[in-house]
């Protein structure tokens, strides 16, 4: 799925500034291999095993990813988060300078007008450094923390939820000023189900998040279904990006 990924947005020049943290030494080394351009950066996490939404190591994974961005931002370095499972048909980065002052710029799941009931999709969130962000990422990782620690001692019976979910209480709760990205730009895997794949749609949509399905064998195919896989069968070959089918000279949004 990564590698799929790498192969969509290669042509849009984002990889100048983007690391692929890989939390395995298996995955360092296929990705480095694979294409040596790439900024690779490990960062052990400790198993190579495929993880399954929901479970005890899936919570202990997006605590360790939630721990890595906050080091990050810590640094005073924004984060841009993405995730593999989308399509980009079109550099998202190109509408962040016209949101300079944010701290946060976020893809809702739906469209609502009462911005507080609106939820961010973990597809794509730039966490700009501020002083707001960092406090509200400090305070994510400190829930999450105790979360986990509540679960180990038996005090807690479940680990509900997630870092997203977490997230979305503290947007309502914080004074973080947050920028909402366009839905009908930014979508998510409902789509899929609701229209037909075409040129003159895709020249009005930028992401495509391949969400609402689990299984990344499911979203594999899906995604292949709709000319949304970039990936050659044998997985060592690039076989098209949008930038091959879609115009490089869209209008701004």
């Known amino acids: 799925m990564t590698k799929s990924w790498i192969c969509n947005v290669e042509c849009m020049g984002v990889f100048e500034h983007t690391v692929i943290v890989c939390s395995n030494d298996k995955a360092n080394w296929s990705l480095k291999n694979w294409k040596p351009s790439l900024h690779v950066l490990l960062h052990r996490y400790g198993t190579t095993e495929a993880i399954t939404w929901g479970t005890d190591t899936y919570f202990e994974l997006l605590l360790y990813r939630a721990k890595s961005v906050e080091s990050i931002l810590q640094d005073n370095h924004s984060v841009f988060l993405v995730e593999s499972d989308a399509v980009w048909l079109k550099n998202p980065t190109v509408l962040f300078n016209q949101y300079p002052n944010n701290d946060l710029i976020l ?17 794509l969130a730039y ?10 990422w400090s305070e994510l990782v400190g829930i999450c923390t105790q979360k986990m620690d509540m679960y180990k001692r038996g005090i807690s019976k479940s680990l509900s939820g997630s870092d997203m979910g977490t997230f979305n209480y503290l947007i309502r709760r914080e004074p973080v000023k947050v920028q909402w ?73």
């Open 107 to 123: 893809v809702a799941n739906e469209q609502m007008e009462d911005e507080s009931q609106r939820k961010a999709l973990p597809a």
């Open 127 to 136: 966490l700009n450094a501020t002083s707001k962000t960092r406090r509200l």
């Open 181 to 253: 990205l366009p839905n009908d730009k930014f979508v998510g895997g409902k789509w899929y189900g609701g229209a037909e794949y075409n040129e003159e749609i895709a020249k009005s949509i930028i992401v495509i998040h391949n969400n609402v399905i689990k299984g990344n064998d499911r979203k594999e195919e899906r995604a292949k279904r709709w000319g949304h896989w970039f990936l050659s069968d044998d997985g060592t070959q690039c076989v098209g990006t949008p930038c091959f089918f879609i115009p490089n000279t869209w209008p701004q949004p």
